[in-house]
């Protein structure tokens, strides 16, 4: 029986490891969340792992709903150590934001097989995460339904080029005019997959393209030069990628996170699984065009920061943080995550090659920058 470690398990991605793991019978050894405490509890009984994870506050609320089992409740403090050192070779991270770095980093220092969903992870210190996995022979298999693809397209080769898919989100066609009107109720509202809330907010600016673009350089070695978006409707094709002979291959498949989680959970092995066959005979057509990047403005940046590397892309990725946080409190407009990302950007000190304490004091200034904007 294989035994996992799920961080994140109470999320968009972490409930449906959930069912992969309901579907082959995996053992979960430990699982963490933040606050949900009530769905913490039922997934403890109904896994019974050595440990859940949640955060301080949630602590003592856990631990009285759980006095009855055998689960030991920690503080998210130990998070990483719960990680690198219960029993289990494999950890999926599907935490949310930089906030799943350090994890990560642990899980590959332990030698572990990094499943990652936390695509935040690569963004902000995928030199140190890349250096880490090198140093210890870990394994980091992609989630993220792009990445996973390109992974399955690659035949050993060199490269020419990525085509990186994107739906291009709710607000697709759309100008400033427009999206200065668009409320978090509108941006919420995701044409075809459906997830955590600061993805879909980022699906809909297509910074999450932009975060995909950096992750797959992170993850492939590719340069960003070399990855094209397309924004493809239907989210059918999940990505491609053409060799030197200019043949392209691509991996297609009904949009559900569950086949991209259990391929890297059962890597290199393909196993029946919980996503509806597509059929094809029944697709009208598969459409793509170019994303526009006047409009769209977070896709550009985020190439800019990766070109220039070091510590920008956790600028971005921090300052996007705070905006698409304040945006769904209401305290900016849709169009002011664009703005105050890009100021935070322009603010940045650059550092070549930085050590994590660099990119969490990054992080937090990239924070501070666009607060001081509202
Ligand atoms: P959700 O918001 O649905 O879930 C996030 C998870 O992280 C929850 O378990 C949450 O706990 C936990 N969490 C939040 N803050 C912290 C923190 N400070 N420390 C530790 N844990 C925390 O997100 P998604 O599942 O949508 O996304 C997770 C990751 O996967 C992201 O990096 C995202 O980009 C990536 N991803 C998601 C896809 C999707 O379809 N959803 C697709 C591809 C990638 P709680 O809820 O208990 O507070
Ligand atoms: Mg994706």
């Known amino acids: ?96 934001g930089i906030a799943g770095l350090r994890s990560s980093l642990a899980v590959l220092e332990a030698g572990k097989t990094l499943c990652l969903a936390n695509k935040e992870s690569m ?45 291009g989100g709710p607000f697709y066609g759309k100008k400033r005019e427009f999206l200065d009107t668009v409320t978090p109720e509108d941006a919420l509202a995701h044409p075809t997959w459906n997830m955590g809330k600061k993805i879909t907010i980022d699906s809909a600016t297509l910074m999450n393209k932009g975060l995909e673009l950096i992750e797959a350089v992170q993850l492939f070695g590719v340069s960003p030069d070399k990855i094209e978006v397309l924004v493809h409707r239907q989210s059918i094709v999940h990505s491609m990628v053409q060799y030197e002979d200019n043949a392209v291959l691509a991996q297609c498949g009904a949009p559900d996170m569950r086949t991209c989680i259990q391929y890297a959970l059962t890597y290199p092995e393909r ?44 600028a971005v990725n921090g300052a996007n943080e705070a905006a698409v946080d ?33 990119i969490f004091e990054t992080d937090r200034a990239a924070r501070r920058a666009v607060a001081e904007e509202y």
């Open 123 to 167: 963004v902000t210190g995928g030199d140190l995460v890349n250096a880490m996995a090198k140093k210890t022979g870990a394994k980091i298999l992609p989630v993220d339904s792009e990445h996973s693809a390109i992974f399955q397209c690659l035949d050993g080769n060199k490269v020419k080029k990525i085509l990186l898919t994107a739906s």
């Open 326 to 358: 304040a945006f769904l409190r209401k305290k900016i407009g849709f169009t002011d995550i664009f703005r105050v990302v890009e100021r935070a950007y322009e603010k940045a000190f650059f550092i070549e090659n930085p050590t994590v304490e660099d």
């Open 1 to 96: 029986m294989k035994n996992i470690i799920l961080l994140g398990a109470t999320g968009s991605i972490g409930t449906q490891t959930c069912d992969v793991a309901r579907r082959h019978g995996f053992r979960i050894t430990a699982l963490s969340g933040h606050s949900n405490v009530k769905l913490l509890e039922e997934l403890s009984r109904e896994f019974s792992p050595l440990y859940a994870v949640v955060g301080e506050e949630y602590m003592g609320d856990l631990k009285t709903r759980l006095g009855d089992t055998s689960v030991k409740v920690v503080p998210e403090s130990e998070i990483h150590s719960v990680a690198a050192q219960c029993e289990g070779d494999t950890v999926l991270n599907a935490v949310m």
């Open 271 to 314: 196993k029946a699984g919980l996503a509806k066959e597509l059929d094809f005979a029944s697709l009208a057509a598969l459409t793509f065009a170019r994303p526009d990047e006047d409009t769209f403005t977070l896709l550009p940046l985020c190439r800019k920061a990766i070109t220039r590397g070091g510590n920008l892309p956790a």
